[in-house]
């Protein structure tokens, strides 16, 4: 399924990768101010390895760009998949309410039937 222009494969990399509560969280921290990897894990119970294998997947899946400045390696939010993220996620969600709009059109004609019924059965 490709829905504007978020493939399967990169849908699953980027779901994956947000899954995981500390990924989220660190998607938030470099979204708002770009942080090297020694500064994140300061910031979490886990070794610093750890948080770079957390990196690593929001890397695989585009959520986060690292690269290297001297000794450090700077992590940023990629802004653009985020918002590729949000527009998938938004088509599902006009998809659903379109579900139910159909459900609640089917549910109301059934019951203006029954409605019908009963009138002429009472007329009877």
């Known amino acids: ?14 779901f994956h990768a947000l899954a995981d509560a500390t990924r989220r969280d660190i ?3 470099v979204v708002q101010q770009e942080q ?5 894990a300061a910031g979490y119970a886990m070794s610093f390895a750890a948080v770079q294998k ?15 400045r001297g000794r450090e390696q700077i992590v940023h939010g990629n802004l653009e998949t ?16 379109y579900r139910v709009q ?12 029954d409605r019908e019924e009963d009138r002429e059965t009472e007329n009877e």
Do not use: F, P
């Open 54 to 68: 957390h990196v690593a997947v929001l890397e695989r899946a585009a959520l986060v760009v690292k690269e290297r």
């Open 36 to 40: 090297s990897v020694s500064t994140l």
């Open 27 to 29: 998607v938030v921290r």
């Open 102 to 113: 159909n459900i609640s059109s089917i549910l109301s004609e059934d019951r203006e039937e």
């Open 82 to 97: 985020v918002r590729r993220a949000t527009r998938l996620l938004q088509r599902y969600e006009e998809l659903w309410r």
């Open 1 to 14: 399924m490709v829905v504007e222009s978020v493939v399967d494969d990169e849908a699953d990399r980027i």
